[in-house]
């Protein structure tokens, strides 16, 4: 089921008034309500995977369960092992069986040995990635002594399944989440008004940015050898909006929603494209997904301790497997590996940790320093979201090489049916907003005239809406 669908403007509503009218005197029936609507969103798109989180929540419940009963530490070792085979076996099949096979039959042909591989026609289910780390978190903590097990099974069946972030994110940790599940909400108009004021903000930069700039950004990659240098690297431009709006859009929904149900979860996105570093753009971008490899993968392998040779290999090590967990596909791998070549000057300099703070913090505008920062990693991380959306590596090169051939032609343009001149004006209208907000988890937070803002972002959706085709989630894919 989509955020933007007449489907979930339906589901919504049904369930809040549920939710809060029907069965708000008893927690265990409000959260066992929470997991059915939970498993109707989900089964919504295939009813049929509905099994796969079920058997990762009994597997999880289980393992935190006999971890709660055992002390001696190769059993507690066998039982997370359990949990991350579970979990991984299920998101290796699913995401990555073809990839591995495929590659296996090109490296021996590569040596002249022929062999068969049978492909299966595998159905990827949606937000797998995204609940197997959830849960995965969860053992781990567990086992580390840093969470206490929970013995409420339906309080977790609800943190597994919780719809709103169920199928792209953020990706929430038990420590946050599950304690929320325990305690009898009351509803707080406040919270719920600017979960919807968030919600708002979230279909504003899905249906008014990502779905307009996704029909350029598609029609130029996908026909990118008949068009100029200049019309390539727009299209690039596009793609970079389009997947910030798109998956940030879909976090601010996810967000502003949780809080129509009483709940707060972590904020994903805190205005990436104004980073002054790669480091920084990592720590403001899927802020989720990156503390969970910094947490469950690059500390435990080392992190910046020991010597520059094992810093190196941390890098790489989490920025590749971060990529490869993005798809199973090569050009996923070498997003991350680029991201790691990014990184490292800063690793090696020890700057890595040098802007923590928000940028032009006490000022209206940025110093030319700070402007050349943003605009150059801006530009870096354009030139990597090239190899994250083409279909192939090839593709990825020759997009490339035809960027740098540097023609400059406004004719190909117009072989647009609709080249969207209109798009420029809202960029420039998003980037003014998130700038003099990038202080505020969502920009129609603490404003002073909300209502008035809210109408016009409400008529920007409606009028721009129109215009562009409805686009599924990008990250559902993954």
């Not at 492909?119 to 197997?132: A, R």
């Not at 090696?348 to 032009?360: D, I, Q, Y």
């Not at 803002?453 to 959706?461: D, P, S």
Request: with cysteine; charged share 15%; proline share 3%.
């Amino acid at each position: 089921m989509l955020f933007n669908s007449i489907d979930f403007a339906i589901f919504l509503p049904v369930v809040f008034i549920i939710y809060w009218f029907v069965v708000n005197k008893n927690l265990k029936l409000q959260n066992f309500f929470i997991v059915i609507s939970s498993y109707v969103f989900y089964g919504w798109w295939d009813w049929r995977f509905l099994s796969l989180i079920l058997f990762s929540t009994l597997v999880d419940y289980a393992v935190g369960v006999a971890l709660s009963k055992q002390n001696d530490l190769s059993k507690r070792k066998i039982l997370l092992w359990i949990s991350i085979l579970v979990n991984l076996g299920f998101l290796g099949f699913f995401k990555y069986y073809n990839f591995f096979l495929d590659n296996f039959v090109t490296a021996f042909s590569f040596f002249g040995t022929e062999i068969q591989g049978r492909s299966l026609n595998i159905i990827l289910p949606v937000g797998i990635s995204f609940y197997t780390f959830q849960t995965l978190s969860y053992t781990i903590d567990v086992y580390r002594r840093q969470l206490e097990p929970t013995k409420n099974f339906v309080s977790f069946a609800a943190f597994v399944s919780f719809f709103p972030q169920l199928v792209a994110g953020p990706i929430e940790r038990a420590s946050n989440l599950l304690p929320q599940f325990y305690v009898k909400r009351q509803f707080n108009s406040k919270l719920a008004i600017d979960g919807l004021r968030q919600i708002i903000w979230g279909l504003f930069k899905k249906v008014v940015i990502a779905d307009n700039c996704a029909q350029f950004a598609n029609d130029i990659f996908n026909n990118y050898t008949d068009y100029s240098s200049s019309t390539l690297l727009l299209g690039a431009i596009y793609f970079a909006f389009q997947i910030y709006g798109d998956f940030s859009g879909y976090s601010d929904i996810a967000i502003g929603t949780s809080k129509l149900f009483g709940f707060n979860l972590k904020q994903n996105f805190a205005t990436p494209y104004f980073s002054r570093d790669i480091a920084e753009f990592w720590r403001r971008w899927h802020i989720s997904l990156s503390t969970w490899f910094r947490d469950y993968l690059y500390i435990p392998l080392g992190g910046s301790r020991g010597s520059k040779g094992n810093q190196i290999r941390n890098v790489f090590i989490i920025f590749i497997v971060s990529g490869f967990w993005h798809g199973a596909n090569w050009t996923f791998i070498i997003w991350g590996a680029l991201n790691a070549v990014y990184f490292l000057p800063l690793l090696l300099k020890n700057k890595n940790r040098v802007h923590t703070n928000v940028v032009a913090e006490n000022s209206w505008l940025p110093n030319l320093k700070e402007l050349f920062q943003m605009v150059t990693t801006f530009g870096f991380t354009i030139f990597a979201w090239i190899f994250f959306r083409a279909e192939n590596v090839e593709i990825a090169f020759l997009y490339i090489k035809n960027i740098f051939k540097f023609s400059i032609e406004l004719s190909d343009r117009l072989k647009l049916n609709r080249f969207a001149f209109e798009l420029l004006p809202l960029l420039s209208m998003l980037i003014l907003i998130e700038w003099f907000s990038r202080q505020k988890e969502h920009p129609i937070k603490n404003v002073k005239h909300p209502t008035v803002f809210m109408l016009l972002i409400v008529l920007l959706i409606v009028v721009f809406g129109s215009f562009s085709n409805i686009q599924e989630f990008i990250y559902f894919q993954f």
